[in-house]
């Protein structure tokens, strides 16, 4: 399942399961370190009345998972009535301090006074192995501490008449054939085992007399620093200022961040506008504090295959930076373009993806083709950041920043653009498509990279390098008038793209594929009359569109990722559904981008998290969820459809 809440700072990153519970916790960088075991370790919460003892996340509990419209600050119920129990849990990472606050309010829904006893399980794993970890009991300050290295994590909890919990049990998790300390929970009882090491975990327990329905608040939280010393005054302040006004103090964070898009948000349909304030911070929340995008938090995607999304790649990036752009926010773009600066290579292109602490990440691309070498890029990354610097200067008008970004930025990515061109096609040269799978010059990437030089242009003869302008411009043109090959007229569709020969001669890739659309659409690669448009979205409508029981887009015909339904031609994207969406919009069928808009929103989790793709046969989420693209495209789609 995926992560229905993310909750974050820009340093510190949560994200709550489909039960409510922490799953994912990422410190001291949005994306890179989880201290959590991912595969199959979260936190549990624990309950226990009249001698009957339960978890949360057991499959006897309602729960539903949400968040606020206007903060970052989560909604979650929990019901168990054969226990005569209701739980409701208000959950924020502190917009000021790297803690995670939860503020848990218990019901004794019976009409009989009895003891409830609520228990906080916590398993991290810091080290890399799991093996160096320690944890112990503080007495002083009745405080659990998490530590290894330069992190330290404290776990504390009391009832709202200041009560500390007043049971622990700190254990091994996970290793020498022990689950875990949470089993120390289920008879009600914990063992006050004070420290351990290695693979670890531990419980602290509250227990209250509640009178005939009652409800107790309990607050609960856990302290992110580099060291104890550091990690003991936050949690003082926390103790001293309270957590309802740390709450209070949060929810105002959020809405002063949402107030720069009020504007936009205005003019936006009502009933699209809870979604779209939604999107926005759930884009906010993968914004790591060096500008670093992060694709999606859901480590879930790790049960199924080698690696995370917990990467910057500068074309998602760069694409959840363009609503944030088009309502008027600055401090996001300009740290994400900062960041596309420091990890530009020396020859002016972006690498595969990277991790946001500036690192280079993960790639599957080989440095050969055909026995030849070559670059391991997808060059529609490099091409799409500087079209959308240019889209930020043009919104803001913040001409001195694209000053600063023309001879580091710039200027090397322009260059390697007009640089990197076969002579033959006069077109961009082979690099990895954006679906990051074939090794082809693609007619998404001649779009992007077409009209990246274009921006590139313009920026060029804004700061009087009037040589640079002419001379990107120029190859830019060449671009579009040797464009026509990546038109199949047989098929009347636009190609996925070609692949120059070593004898000269040219392969085509014919395959229906919906980026080929989008790109010549959105960034201008195609004939005057937009005859071969329509006569993609003729076959792609016929072909692709609404062909599974689920309704919905898939990327390109036989697409096979996490496709399990081999009778179908792959399973549908949100992304890509959307944008069939905006060609309605251009095409002046608004009703029917309305609809597919209302198609994408109806697929959304109860808290309005988007996925990346959905099973063609139930419309169940697959592959990760959140995806911050999905997100970010709804809300350009929306403002396109409202603005």
């Not at 290894?148 to 020498?176: H, M, P």
């Amino acid at each position: 399942m995926g992560r229905p809440v993310i909750l974050s700072n820009n340093t510190l990153a949560v994200g709550l399961n489909e039960h409510g519970l922490v799953h994912d916790f990422y410190f001291p960088y949005v994306g890179q370190d989880n201290l959590t075991n991912a595969r199959n370790a979260h936190h549990r919460i624990g309950i226990w009345v009249d001698g009957v003892f339960s978890w949360v996340h057991d499959g006897s509990w309602e729960i539903i998972v949400d968040f606020d419209d206007t903060a970052l600050v989560s909604k979650v119920l929990m019901r168990k009535d054969e226990l005569g129990v209701e739980i409701n849990l208000r959950d924020f990472v502190d917009s000021e301090y790297n803690v995670f606050c939860r503020q848990m309010t218990v019901h004794n829904k019976s009409d009989k006074e009895r003891e409830i006893r609520v228990f906080f399980h916590q398993v991290f794993q810091i080290s890399k192995a799991g093996r160096g970890d320690t944890a112990f009991f503080v007495p002083d300050d009745n405080y659990i501490l998490d530590y290894r290295g330069t992190c330290s994590l404290i776990i504390y909890a009391k009832s709202e008449d200041g009560k500390c919990f007043d049971q622990y049990a700190v254990g091994n998790y996970g290793i020498e054939g022990k689950e875990g300390t949470f089993r120390d929970a289920e008879d009600g009882e914990l063992s006050g085992n004070a420290v351990e090491h290695g693979g670890v975990d531990s419980v602290v327990r509250i227990s209250n007399k509640f009178k005939p329905n009652q409800q107790i608040v309990i607050d609960y939280w856990i302290v992110a620093s580099d060291n104890q010393f550091t990690a003991e005054k936050i949690h003082d302040v926390i103790v001293k200022d309270t957590l309802v006004y740390r709450m209070e103090k949060t929810i105002e964070h959020w809405s002063n961040w949402l107030e720069i898009a009020s504007p936009c948000l205005a003019k936006i349909e009502p009933k699209y506008r809870k979604m779209t304030t939604k999107s926005l911070m759930m884009v906010k929340a993968h914004t790591d504090k060096n500008g670093g995008i992060i694709a999606s938090l859901d480590s879930s995607i790790y049960n199924y295959g080698r690696d995370y999304y917990s990467y910057v790649w500068p074309r998602d990036g760069a694409y959840a930076m363009w609503p944030l752009i088009r309502m008027g926010y600055k401090d996001e773009p300009r740290a994400f373009f900062r960041f596309c600066r420091d990890v530009i290579s020396a020859d002016g292109y972006m690498m595969h993806k990277y991790q946001p602490d500036k690192s280079i990440g993960s790639t599957w691309h080989p440095l050969i083709h055909n026995k030849r070498k070559e670059l391991a890029i997808q060059e529609d990354e490099t091409a799409l950041v500087i079209y959308m610097l240019n889209e930020y200067l043009t919104q803001s008008q913040d001409y001195e920043f694209g000053n600063q970004m023309y001879d580091c930025l710039i200027k090397p990515a322009a260059d390697f653009m007009t640089s990197y061109i076969d002579e033959k096609t006069k077109l961009p040269h082979a690099s990895y498509d954006l679906w990051e799978e074939k090794f082809l010059t693609s007619t998404y990437t001649v779009a992007v990279t077409y009209q990246s030089l274009i921006a590139a242009s313009v920026m060029a003869e804004k700061y009087d390098h009037s040589e640079d302008a002419n001379h990107w411009k120029h190859v830019a043109e060449i671009i579009l008038e040797n464009s026509g090959a990546l038109y199949d007229n047989d098929r009347g569709i636009l190609r996925k793209g070609l692949l120059l020969q070593d004898d000269g001669t040219l392969h085509y890739d014919d395959t229906l594929d919906v980026s080929s659309l989008y790109g010549a659409m959105m960034f201008g690669l195609h004939d005057k009359d937009g005859t071969q448009l329509h006569s993609t979205v003729q076959n792609i409508e016929k072909i692709l569109f609404n062909s599974t029981p689920s309704g919905g887009m898939p990327r390109y015909e036989h697409d096979n990722y996490f496709l399990d339904r081999k009778e179908y031609l792959g399973n549908p994207w949100l992304v890509t559904t959307l944008w069939m969406a905006q060609y309605y919009m251009r095409t002046n069928n608004k009703d029917k981008a309305a609809e597919t808009i209302d198609w994408v929103i109806a697929r959304s989790l109860h808290s309005g998290a988007l996925t990346e793709q959905i099973d063609p046969l139930n419309g169940s989420p697959l592959s990760v969820d959140p995806l911050v693209w999905s997100h970010a495209e709804l809300i350009n789609t929306i403002l396109d459809l409202s603005i």
